[in-house]
């Protein structure tokens, strides 16, 4: 990295919340319970409920070799701001739905929706490892804990008014809108998100590209992956994403079952059970970030994911009358805020400087895929339930179960990560046979 192109800590600390805050606005608009329930609405039904919910991560997959890209878009900056792009306008097509017009001359409107969300996604998920490995370059090592704590700050603070505003919104038209101007409302909605989002790009324009002074194995992919996936420590982080991508992911259409019909949760409750977790989380985060700095985030980050673990069997517990409960299961997940930082920190510690477009892809967009096959594979089995006559809640039931005992097991692989906290990055580090 070029040491004399490089900004203010502070700078980009700015240009990144900003762009951090105006993103999740668009982003909680144009996905989640928004896109489910319009979905539902157009006639989904729970297989590509399933299939919908698990898109965003699944397709990012391909993602990993973005860094083929590179020679054509010039830098990660460029790349990130050309996906952007892509991304948003492909989007527009799933807005396109609401419009009566157009959505009678669709053979199979929730099939577009789809294929629309499909590769607007994966541009995307393109644009997100651009977007995450020029940040590595943008902020010294010894600030990166605050820094990622800062910004998932921003998203939280966005996370606690623009979904649930949008919730009430969402709520309202359904009882007060007759049935035929519900499309419109959605319409609405999804145009603003998208526009939220492309307005997320403003910010980091002024930031520098900060690219690799000397490029060596970025544009060869598979012997990139092979290097990577040779390091010890790396390899076990990843095995550690993917093991708690697979638990997560499971539980997708289980805990959308519970919601949608044992809970009979309105879109607002739902949402005041995410503000408590997102409360909790943003105390959690500014905490994190200091201590990251200063300790390391091995030990951290194996502790507090013990502790969110055992938000999930609360679920079980609750029923339509006693649906409070779920405030306790979402207060300890909040503690997912120290992993979200503390992961990113040993990743790009254990990755090779500025050209960890790879391994970034590798740790996060593998997991995507681990965590899209399992809940697609969690609802498929749910439909198939539904379809033998059986009871949808005890399938459910199981599936959670199985997902807490992963939640517990995964963290368990970073127990065999080496924290590099004090020391410099260590590229060489020891391989085993």
């Not at 990755?351 to 969690?378: D, H, I, V």
Request: glycine share 6%; charged share 15%; aromatic share 12%.
């Amino acid at each position: 990295m070029d040491s004399t192109n490089s900004p203010s800590v502070s700078l980009v600390q700015k240009a990144v919340v900003q762009n951090q805050m105006l993103w999740t606005a668009g982003y909680s608009l144009t996905s989640g319970s928004f896109l489910t329930y319009f979905a539902r609405e157009l006639g989904a039904d729970w297989t590509l409920i399933s299939l919908i919910l698990v898109i965003p991560e699944t397709i990012g997959v391909l993602a990993i070799w973005s860094s083929r890209l590179l020679p054509m878009s010039g830098s990660r900056k460029q790349l990130w701001w050309i996906s952007s792009w892509i991304s948003r306008i492909i989007a527009l097509g799933i807005p396109l739905c609401a419009i009566d017009q157009i959505r009678v001359q669709l053979p199979q409107p929730v099939v577009w929706l789809t294929v629309c969300l499909a590769i607007s996604q994966l541009f995307q998920a393109i644009a997100y490892l651009a977007y995450l490995s020029w940040l590595s370059d943008l902020v010294p090592e010894t600030n990166w804990g605050r820094f990622l704590a800062r910004r998932n700050i921003a998203k939280l603070v966005i996370l606690l008014v623009v979904p649930l505003a949008g919730a009430f919104l969402r709520d309202g038209w359904k009882t007060e809108l007759p049935s035929e101007k519900t499309y419109a409302a959605y319409l609405i909605v999804f145009l603003v998100g998208n526009v939220l989002q492309l307005a997320s790009l403003w910010p980091m324009r002024k930031l520098p590209t900060v690219e690799p002074m000397v490029s060596s194995t970025r544009h060869f992919v598979f012997s990139h992956l092979k290097l990577a996936w040779q390091k010890r420590s790396f390899r076990y982080l990843c095995l550690y994403s993917w093991s708690l991508a697979i638990a997560n992911g499971v539980t997708q259409s289980a805990f959308f079952h519970y919601r949608y019909e044992v809970l009979h949760l309105s879109l607002v409750n739902g949402f005041l059970l995410l503000n408590t977790m997102n409360l909790i989380k943003i105390p959690l985060s500014e905490l994190a970030g200091r201590w990251i700095d200063r300790y390391g985030a091995r030990r951290l980050l194996w502790g507090s994911l013990m502790v969110a673990a055992l938000g999930t069997p609360i679920w079980l517990m609750s029923s339509e009358a006693t649906w409070g409960i779920l405030f306790l299961a979402h207060a300890l997940w909040g503690f997912y805020a120290i992993a979200n930082i503390a992961q990113w920190q040993l990743v790009w510690k254990h990755s090779p400087q500025s050209e960890n477009q790879t391994e970034l892809g590798l740790f996060r967009q593998m997991g995507g895929l681990f965590s899209g096959l399992s809940g697609f594979a969690g609802g498929l089995w749910l439909s198939r339930v539904t379809e033998s006559g059986n009871s949808v809640t005890s399938g459910a039931t199981a599936i959670i179960l199985i997902s807490f005992a992963l939640r517990l097991l995964a963290p368990q692989w970073l127990l065999l990560v080496k924290d590099p906290q004090n020391q410099e990055k260590d590229s060489s580090e020891t391989h085993d046979s």
